[in-house]
């Protein structure tokens, strides 16, 4: 089992940065893939960002791709999610996710409860 505590989400102008972290709990952290989604009002959750177990491999939505960066440290059981060049239309509740190395939701099989990312323009 593997509870997931976002972070780091607030207010932020356009072209702005913020780093959002999620801190995981149990000992299998490092044996899940994880990866970021978001959901901005009146939307589908939408895939952000994942990296593999080792962190060795990343993917990312090509709305963010270039922009965003995902990481993991195993030894503290966190993931971080660097996000620059914020634009309005990055404004949403950012979800950290535990499971495997995929695009899709179902793929993930534990969920935080999400961090709000606000951009104004």
């Known amino acids: 089992q593997v509870q997931l505590v976002e972070s780091g989400g607030g207010l932020v102008q356009a072209g702005g940065s913020l780093r959002l972290s999620c801190a995981a709990s149990?000992?299998?952290?490092?044996?899940?893939?994880m990866g970021w989604f978001r959901q901005a009002p009146g939307k589908e959750r939408e895939f952000v960002a994942a990296?593999?177990?080792?962190?060795?491999?990343?993917k990312y939505a090509d709305s963010v791709k270039g922009r965003f960066t995902i990481s993991r440290d195993n030894a503290k059981n966190t993931v971080a999610l660097q996000m620059n060049s914020l634009k309005p239309e990055d404004t949403a509740v950012y979800y950290c996710a535990g499971g495997s190395y995929t695009y899709t939701r179902s793929g993930y099989d534990y969920w935080g409860q999400g961090t709000r990312v606000t951009v104004s323009s």
């Open positions: 990296i593999s177990w080792n962190g060795g491999s990343t």
């Open positions: 149990g000992r299998t952290f490092s044996s899940y893939a």
